[in-house]
Every structure is written in structure tokens, then in C-alpha cells.
């Protein structure tokens, strides 16, 4: 049966590959003797899990923020709208393959530009380890996936947003605040109860 991913692995592929040769530090979850792997999001991560442990995507997302209620069909659809964008959306994942559950996880988003000769910027975002598996570097190795990604992909820069006290923990893997700009500001607007 053919998996339905989000966006190629062979993208994720050639990331890890270009990033474990320009980086001694580089973690891996990915060699023949360990039980994770690091993928591209997937059509069926909506109910991964088993009867001891269940943390299929959307459960593991509720450690970092309110999902709500989402039901299968409303992943499916929105699923298939981000994969039929292609070269926007970019979702990996940490699977534990013997609990067969989503561990981490975080996205780089593709947003197209007419600046830098119509470039490409990143924004990462989402970044989330179950608090089971914290303490693992698997948040880290996701990050780095992501800067690597966002390299094969040709990005001019890319950038995130974060809580204060996790300032250190981006720069310690090569973010800086920008001088003059580093103010975030939001307007959130309130969904109408269904």
C-alpha cells in the first residue's frame, strides 16, 4: 500500500543528506538500529497510535497549542489543500515506529516572493516533542531538518517566532533577533462557536 505523504520524502531525503555532510553535529534519528524515523507528515497520521499509547498529529499538536475539534474529515481536506500546493507546505515528523506514534514534529512554510529575484522565504513553525519523549533532542533535530530543508528549497532566509524563553535555545542553532526588527505583533480574530 502506497503512502499518501504530504510532500515528497525524496526532498527530505536530499536535506539530510546535504546536512549531515556540512555538519559534524548533525543528530540523526534516522540509522538502521534505531526505532525512529524522521518523515514527511502522512494522510493516515490523523489516527496513529496504539491501545497503550495514542498520539497520532493532532494530539501531539495539542501539547502546544488548541487544535479543537478536528474531525478526520477536516484533516483529510486540509491535508489534501496543503499537499495540492505544492513547494508551500512542508510538515516532517518523528515517528516511534514500534509505538507506532508521532513524537515530534514541525513545519517550514514556503512563502513565494518578488523580492531577491523572486525568491523564497521560510517560516517555521509548530515545533512540539510529546512531553514523554522531551529531554531526547528530537525538537532540535527537527529545527535542523527544517534549516535544511529550507536550504535544498533555495530560501534566502528563514524565520520564526517565539516565546522569550526560547530565545536561546534557536540561537543555539544559528537564529538571531534582527536588529531594529524584533517586534512580533498579531491580530487575532475569534472563530464563531459551530
Same mark, same amino acid.
Given at each position: 500500500m502506497a503512502v499518501d505523504y504530504l510532500f515528497d520524502p525524496q526532498t527530505l531525503a536530499a536535506a539530510t543528506a546535504a546536512d549531515d555532510t556540512t555538519r559534524v553535529d548533525q543528530l540523526s534519528v534516522d540509522d538502521g538500529s534505531c526505532k525512529y524515523r524522521l518523515r514527511p507528515l502522512c494522510l493516515t497520521d490523523y489516527g496513529r497510535g496504539t491501545q497503550r499509547v495514542f498520539s497520532g498529529y493532532l494530539d501531539l499538536l495539542s501539547q502546544l497549542t488548541v487544535t479543537g475539534s478536528v474531525?478526520?474529515?477536516?484533516?483529510?481536506?486540509?491535508?489534501?489543500?496543503? /499537499?495540492?500546493?505544492?513547494?508551500?507546505?512542508?510538515?516532517?515528523? +518523528? $515517528? %516511534?515506529?514500534?509505538? !507506532?506514534?508521532?513524537?515530534?514534529?514541525?513545519?517550514?512554510?514556503?512563502?513565494? /516572493?518578488?523580492?531577491?529575484?523572486?525568491?523564497?522565504?521560510?517560516? +517555521? $513553525? %509548530?515545533?512540539?516533542? !510529546?512531553?514523554?519523549?522531551?529531554?531526547k533532542r528530537f525538537g532540535k533535530i527537527v529545527v535542523q531538518r527544517l534549516i535544511a530543508l529550507s536550504r535544498v528549497l533555495n530560501c534566502y532566509k528563514i524565520s520564526l517566532e517565539c516565546k522569550d524563553s526560547n530565545v536561546n535555545w534557536y540561537s543555539s542553532m544559528g537564529f538571531v533577533k534582527e536588529p531594529g526588527n524584533s517586534n512580533y505583533m498579531q491580530i487575532k480574530f475569534e472563530k464563531p462557536s459551530k
Amino acid at each position: 500500500m502506497a503512502v499518501d505523504y504530504l510532500f515528497d520524502p525524496q526532498t527530505l531525503a536530499a536535506a539530510t543528506a546535504a546536512d549531515d555532510t556540512t555538519r559534524v553535529d548533525q543528530l540523526s534519528v534516522d540509522d538502521g538500529s534505531c526505532k525512529y524515523r524522521l518523515r514527511p507528515l502522512c494522510l493516515t497520521d490523523y489516527g496513529r497510535g496504539t491501545q497503550r499509547v495514542f498520539s497520532g498529529y493532532l494530539d501531539l499538536l495539542s501539547q502546544l497549542t488548541v487544535t479543537g475539534s478536528v474531525t478526520q474529515q477536516m484533516y483529510l481536506n486540509t491535508f489534501e489543500v496543503m /499537499k495540492n500546493n505544492t513547494g508551500t507546505y512542508y510538515i516532517i515528523v +518523528i $515517528e %516511534d515506529t514500534e509505538e !507506532n506514534c508521532i513524537v515530534a514534529s514541525g513545519s517550514l512554510t514556503i512563502e513565494k /516572493k518578488f523580492i531577491h529575484l523572486c525568491g523564497q522565504r521560510g517560516r +517555521i $513553525e %509548530d515545533i512540539v516533542v !510529546n512531553s514523554n519523549c522531551r529531554g531526547k533532542r528530537f525538537g532540535k533535530i527537527v529545527v535542523q531538518r527544517l534549516i535544511a530543508l529550507s536550504r535544498v528549497l533555495n530560501c534566502y532566509k528563514i524565520s520564526l517566532e517565539c516565546k522569550d524563553s526560547n530565545v536561546n535555545w534557536y540561537s543555539s542553532m544559528g537564529f538571531v533577533k534582527e536588529p531594529g526588527n524584533s517586534n512580533y505583533m498579531q491580530i487575532k480574530f475569534e472563530k464563531p462557536s459551530k
